[in-house]
């Protein structure tokens, strides 16, 4: 096995590690808002529901976010372009604090543990030197004459990371979703939808896989300006969880 398959599969295992300290599972990507705005007669239709839920979820996650990740990754010189767009197409508030919350703990961690001392190409040097450039940026930003500054969402940053760090642009888009269909999953385990069991069973389950896959194939050749919500509705759950009476997630 040469070394540049190790280390990318070093990296690819790093970044799916669940200790990763990005904070995702903070965020419930707005499964608790559908939760308290529901009533389900019976424990098998909320998980019917659950699973409707995390479909849709992993759909609409691919539509709004997975071509600024795929254009981080092939241009990373366009960074703060992406990020500044990213930002302007991300009415919802919630989610918007989501994003920027694990875009910051992801430069923390590249900034303390992940920055390569030597990269494996020419093409991994320069984004892991668009990262490094972006995080001093971030730190020292101000707000301009429109109150406008860097944000450091957390889509475009991933794909510019998965560059460095040497992985392949599918792995890459693979890995942003299996990453969210994690966070999502462990919310429900949290909000009492089913076990630890289950949502493994789940996590491994071929359906899952499809999902992801599919995701992946329908937006792998998109643009940034092809991106779009596909399931209003998660935004509407997603801003609507600040009205919950109680609540464990901060999304």
């Given at each position: 096995?040469?070394?540049?398959?190790?280390?990318?599969?070093?990296?690819?295992?790093?970044?799916?590690?669940?200790?990763?300290?990005?904070?995702?599972?903070?965020?419930?990507?707005?499964?608790?808002?559908?939760?308290?705005?529901?009533k389900?007669?019976?424990?098998?239709?909320?998980?019917?529901?659950f699973?409707?839920?995390?479909?849709?979820?992993?759909?609409?996650?691919?539509?709004?976010?997975?071509?600024?990740?795929?254009?981080?990754?092939?241009?990373?010189?366009?960074?703060?372009?992406?990020?500044?767009?990213?930002?302007?197409?991300?009415?919802?508030?919630?989610?918007?604090?989501?994003?920027?919350?694990?875009?910051?703990?992801?430069?923390?961690?590249?900034?303390?543990?992940?920055?390569?001392?030597?990269?494996?190409?020419?093409?991994?040097?320069?984004?892991?030197?668009?990262?490094?450039?972006?995080?001093?940026?971030?730190?020292?930003?101000?707000?301009?004459?429109?109150?406008?500054s860097?944000?450091a969402?957390?889509?475009?940053?991933?794909?510019?990371?998965s560059?460095a760090?040497?992985?392949?642009?599918?792995?890459?888009a693979?890995?942003?979703?299996?990453?969210?269909?994690?966070?999502?999953?462990?919310?429900?385990?949290?909000a009492?939808?089913?076990?630890?069991?289950?949502?493994?069973?789940?996590?491994?389950?071929?359906?899952?896989?499809?999902?992801?896959?599919?995701?992946?194939?329908?937006?792998?050749?998109?643009?940034?300006?092809?991106?779009?919500?596909?399931?209003?509705?998660?935004?509407?759950?997603?801003?609507?969880?600040?009205?919950?009476?109680?609540?464990?997630?901060?999304?």
């Amino acid at each position: 096995m040469s070394s540049r398959t190790s280390g990318s599969l070093h990296a690819l295992l790093l970044l799916s590690d669940s200790a990763l300290p990005l904070g995702s599972f903070a965020f419930s990507s707005g499964l608790e808002s559908f939760l308290g705005h529901h009533k389900y007669p019976s424990n098998n239709a909320k998980l019917q529901a659950f699973d409707s839920f995390l479909e849709q979820s992993i759909a609409n996650v691919a539509s709004t976010a997975l071509p600024y990740v795929l254009t981080g990754y092939t241009e990373p010189e366009e960074l703060e372009n992406l990020d500044n767009d990213f930002d302007a197409s991300t009415p919802c508030t919630v989610a918007r604090r989501a994003s920027i919350g694990q875009g910051r703990a992801l430069l923390a961690i590249w900034e303390k543990a992940l920055a390569p001392s030597t990269a494996s190409t020419v093409r991994a040097r320069d984004a892991a030197t668009n990262v490094s450039d972006f995080a001093t940026k971030v730190k020292t930003s101000r707000p301009d004459a429109f109150g406008m500054s860097l944000n450091a969402h957390f889509a475009p940053l991933f794909g510019v990371v998965s560059n460095a760090l040497g992985l392949t642009t599918h792995d890459a888009a693979y890995l942003f979703l299996l990453n969210h269909a994690k966070a999502v999953l462990s919310a429900a385990v949290r909000a009492s939808v089913f076990g630890p069991y289950q949502s493994q069973a789940t996590l491994a389950s071929e359906k899952l896989q499809r999902w992801i896959n599919d995701s992946v194939t329908r937006e792998s050749n998109k643009k940034v300006r092809d991106s779009a919500v596909t399931t209003p509705t998660m935004d509407l759950w997603m801003g609507r969880h600040e009205l919950l009476y109680s609540r464990i997630f901060n999304s």
